[in-house]
């Protein structure tokens, strides 16, 4: 994936036109209806803030936008995103895996660095990861040419007790859920399996590599794993 989009483009780009990007094609992959609501939501701004944001990315050929319809990217809107995506999760690989930074940590360094990183500092990285496809959080790292794997995985909250998994992907950036997964050892590659359910969303008793925990039912559904294949 290059920077020919810029050529393309009616106007120049910002940071805060690639945030939004980002924040546009996230909310499009996690299935949500992308609104200005939840897009202000979403990025911690007011919805006056968001709305406004929205009409310049339309005028660039960015988004496709009509009040109260909701908000798409465009072909060229998802180019940049996607580009924007991968710079962000390389770098959070790479200051997780090479600097040696606590993966709840690595986010908010990696969105300064993003808006800045050279093409070829992103193909440098990469070289040195070994071409990776997934970031510390497990989520797909998009390719050179913006192709983006399909990650497989179910929610913890939704799997059958006494069955062994593997924890595959954690679906939020949040530093303290980030580190408090930490402190239970909850990483990708993770071996988990749930013992037993509390009715009305109520925590689950889960086992981690041997050691039993109690695990809140919003903070399950947000762990998505597979089931270990034991055939």
């Known amino acids: 994936m290059t920077k ?13 036109h690639e945030d939004y990007l980002k924040a546009i094609y996230v909310l499009e992959m996690n299935g949500e209806k992308v609104n200005n609501s939840a897009l202000a939501n979403h990025m911690g701004f007011a919805p006056a803030s968001a709305t ?6 339309a005028q660039l050929n960015l988004v496709e936008y009509e ?23 390389l770098l959070e690989l790479f200051l997780h895996e090479t600097l040696a930074m606590s993966w709840d940590k690595v986010h908010e ?10 093409e ?15 970031d510390p959080h497990g989520d797909p790292i998009p390719s050179k040419d913006g192709q983006v794997a399909r990650q497989p995985g179910v929610p913890l909250s939704a799997v059958g007790i006494h ?5 595959v992907r954690v679906l939020h950036q ?3 859920r980030l580190h408090y997964l930490g402190s239970l ?29 109690a695990l809140a039912f919003d903070m399950a559904e947000t762990l998505l794993v597979t089931l270990i294949d034991t055939s």
């Open 52 to 57: 406004n944001m929205v009409k310049k990315l």
């Open 163 to 167: 069955q062994d998994y593997i924890l």
């Open 109 to 118: 360094e990696a969105e300064k660095l993003e808006h800045v990183m050279s």
């Open 174 to 176: 949040d530093q303290e």
């Open 4 to 16: 020919n989009y810029q050529t393309k483009l009616e106007g120049p780009l910002t940071p805060a």
């Open 120 to 134: 070829a500092l992103e193909d440098a990285i990469a070289t040195v990861l070994g071409h990776p496809t997934v």
């Open 185 to 213: 050892g909850l990483y990708p590659g993770t071996r988990i399996s749930v013992l037993e359910r509390t009715p009305f969303h109520g925590p689950l008793l889960v086992e981690i590599e041997g050691e039993k925990h």
């Open 67 to 89: 009040p109260y319809q909701g908000v798409r990217l465009t072909r060229l809107g998802r180019q940049v995103a996607l580009e924007v995506l991968r710079h962000h999760r």
